[in-house]
């Protein structure tokens, strides 16, 4: 190895281990900070969404269809959140929205258009439910 080589190797090496360090204190900020965390992550979760969307709507299938999923969803999400943090809210209804959710998430294609307004109404209703709750 001449001389050339041995001051390549070092500056990349050094490189690299500067790399790591930044690395690895980019690492723990995003650990003490769950809604940094939660940001990157949510939009992956987009980005996987919009992709299904424009493939259904190249396909001619019903995207608008995903994409009205995909917006009860996050209502869904928001509805549990809700619930959470709301202490009047019977433990009872937030099963049934976790229930309702994941039915949601697992909806098909063929069943999404006839099953939709009744995962809307359901929004609805729960909302309404967090809402008046009185503890």
């Known amino acids: 190895m001449d001389r050339e080589e041995r001051s390549f ?8 281990i500067i790399g790591l360090i930044l690395l690895g204190f980019s690492f723990s900020y995003i650990q003490n900070h769950p809604a940094e965390k939660v940001s990157i992550f949510s939009g992956f979760e987009v980005l996987r969404q919009k992709a299904v969307v424009y493939v ?3 396909t001619n299938t019903n995207s608008e ?5 995909y917006d009860y969803e996050k209502t869904y999400q928001e509805l549990i959140n809700m619930a959470k943090n ?5 433990p009872a209804v937030l ?11 697992k909806e098909g294609v063929k069943t999404l258009e006839e099953n939709l307004p009744g995962y809307i109404r359901k929004a609805n209703e729960y909302k309404h439910m967090i809402d008046n709750c009185i503890k």
């Open 56 to 58: 259904h709507k190249i």
């Open 65 to 69: 269809a995903f994409q009205k999923k």
């Open 86 to 90: 709301k202490e009047c809210v019977d």
């Open 9 to 16: 190797i070092k500056k990349n090496l050094i490189k690299l």
């Open 95 to 105: 099963t049934e929205i976790n229930e309702t959710y994941f039915k949601l998430k």
